[in-house]
């Protein structure tokens, strides 16, 4: 099985796996994998051991009222 993580994933899914099974305190796990209490509270919290998407879910733009005007005219020009 090929496994693709990020290049500053500290944990694999069968890690997760094991962080989500644990009922032990966080700072216990977390000194046992080497990886932050956050890390571990993090894991805990969701539902799947998969690697979340990092794009952007909203983007984060502001045009200057002159440039959406220009946007707005090339759009309706445009169409």
């Not at 099985?1 to 944990?11: G, P």
């Not at 005007?69 to 169409?79: D, F, G, M």
């Given at each position: 099985?090929?496994?693709?993580?990020?290049?500053?994933?500290?944990?694999t899914p069968k890690v997760r796996a094991a962080i989500q099974?644990?009922?032990?305190?966080?700072?216990?796990?977390?000194?046992?994998?080497?990886?932050?209490?956050?890390?571990?509270?993090?894991?805990?919290?969701?539902?799947?051991?998969?690697?979340?998407?990092?794009?952007?879910?909203?983007?984060q733009t502001t045009l200057t009222p002159t440039q959406e005007?220009?946007?707005?005219?090339?759009?309706?020009?445009?169409?």
């Open positions: 099985m090929l496994i693709s993580l990020h290049k500053q994933a500290t944990t099974a644990s009922t032990e305190p966080a700072w216990v796990v977390a000194e046992r994998y080497g990886i932050s209490e956050q890390t571990v509270w993090k894991w805990r919290k969701r539902d799947s051991v998969q690697d979340r998407s990092h794009t952007a879910r909203r983007l005007a220009v946007a707005v005219s090339l759009r309706k020009s445009l169409l």
